[in-house]
Nanobody, 123 residues
């Protein structure tokens, strides 16, 4: 099973930017669709963005459209989440996930998860 390690989280002021990375352990990374999810304290895990295994297809939650961009580099077995114009409501633990199939917005469809990275946006 693919193993995932996120990095790039931190504390940023509202309006700022962060770029999250998620490195995968498997050479077969290029066959996995990848997703980013987040979970704020007291809330359920929610979908943020997903990308197909080729990188040609992407999906975004309405709350992040136009601000966040998901991308991947299959040669580096890494998926990224560029987050711009951050808001305090973006504060959460961000998780990347891998799915051996088409990209999905449902966390139930993903096979492997990283440990998460904290993103805190101050007002």
């Amino acid at each position: 099973q693919v193993q995932l390690v996120e990095s790039g989280g931190g504390l940023v002021q509202a309006g700022g930017s962060l770029k999250l990375s998620c490195a995968a352990s498997r050479r077969t990374f290029s066959t996995y669709a990848m997703g980013w999810f987040r979970q704020a304290p007291g809330k359920e895990r929610e979908f943020v963005a997903a990308i197909s295994w080729t990188g040609s297809g992407t999906s975004y939650a309405e709350s992040v459209k136009g601000r966040f961009t998901i991308s991947r580099d299959n040669a580096k077995a890494t998926v990224y989440l560029q987050m711009n114009s951050l808001k305090p409501e973006d504060t959460a633990v961000y998780y990347c996930a891998a799915r051996a199939g088409a990209r999905s917005t449902s966390h139930n469809d993903y096979d492997a998860w990283g440990q998460g990275t904290q993103v805190t946006v101050s007002s």
